[in-house]
């Protein structure tokens, strides 16, 4: 298999991860613009967003379907592209649980998980960038250990937000609607995660 032709998994890496960064940002505008009457059309923009990236997973697993030899085993291409897809889905479905939930007011330390997430997601599309060398850069490491780190602090705010709802929200819809939409939040940072854990694992068997 020629450089070009492996430099396109990569490639596809990059523009996935691209999309989860749109993603995050938008949700982050969304929440801090937020007007509940426009929501419809604001999951209509990040649904495009979604299917863009399902777009470019598709491209992928067609073009692996025919290739005899890979730059990673296949398996492992797999695996990170249902992960990075993954990540630009729990955006939106947090979008998507604001929207059903008919929240009209959005919770101040939700933003603060947000601002993690946002900086979680751009140091996923630096590791994606950084992996083409990955058999060489210095750069990825501390791209992994950014990202478990910021996961770590993305569950230490999501106990924070879930204590204090639960100590100053007595309407138990509220609580209900909240504690799921932290929830996708904080899995969001595990997906981050785990595309991190992979891309270790795969840099651990091609040395």
């Given at each position: 298999?020629?450089?070009k032709q492996?430099?396109?998994?990569?490639q596809?890496?990059?523009?996935?991860a691209?999309?989860?960064c749109?993603?995050i940002?938008?949700l982050?505008d969304?929440?801090?613009?937020?007007?509940?009457?426009a929501?419809?059309?604001?999951?209509?923009?990040?649904?495009?967003i979604?299917?863009?990236?399902?777009?470019?997973?598709?491209?992928?697993l067609?073009?692996l379907?025919?290739?005899?030899?890979?730059?990673?085993?296949?398996?492992d291409?797999m695996?990170?592209?249902?992960?990075?897809?993954?990540?630009?889905?729990?955006?939106?479905?947090?979008?998507?649980?604001?929207?059903?939930?008919?929240?009209?007011k959005?919770?101040?330390?939700?933003?603060?998980?947000?601002?993690?997430l946002?900086?979680?997601?751009?140091?996923?599309?630096k590791l994606?960038?950084a992996f083409?060398?990955?058999?060489r850069?210095?750069?990825?490491?501390?791209?992994?250990?950014?990202?478990?780190?910021?996961?770590?602090?993305?569950?230490?705010?999501?106990?924070?937000?879930?204590?204090?709802?639960?100590?100053?929200c007595?309407?138990?819809?509220?609580?209900?609607?909240?504690?799921?939409?932290?929830?996708?939040?904080?899995?969001?940072?595990?997906t981050?995660?785990?595309?991190?854990?992979?891309?270790e694992?795969?840099?651990?068997?091609?040395?």
């Amino acid at each position: 298999m020629s450089k070009k032709q492996d430099f396109y998994y990569f490639q596809n890496f990059m523009d996935c991860a691209e999309y989860s960064c749109r993603a995050i940002h938008l949700l982050k505008d969304i929440m801090t613009q937020f007007d509940s009457a426009a929501l419809h059309s604001r999951l209509d923009e990040m649904h495009e967003i979604e299917h863009a990236a399902d777009r470019k997973k598709h491209d992928l697993l067609n073009t692996l379907a025919k290739a005899f030899i890979t730059p990673i085993e296949q398996e492992d291409i797999m695996q990170l592209s249902q992960n990075l897809d993954e990540l630009t889905d729990k955006i939106e479905d947090v979008l998507i649980r604001i929207y059903y939930n008919h929240i009209t007011k959005i919770r101040p330390d939700a933003l603060k998980l947000v601002d993690v997430l946002i900086r979680c997601c751009g140091e996923v599309q630096k590791l994606m960038e950084a992996f083409p060398e990955f058999k060489r850069s210095e750069r990825l490491h501390e791209h992994i250990v950014c990202i478990n780190s910021l996961e770590e602090e993305a569950d230490k705010l999501f106990i924070a937000c879930m204590y204090d709802l639960h100590s100053t929200c007595k309407d138990p819809l509220t609580v209900i609607a909240w504690r799921e939409i932290y929830l996708y939040l904080e899995k969001c940072a595990d997906t981050c995660e785990h595309i991190a854990d992979m891309v270790e694992s795969t840099i651990m068997k091609n040395s």
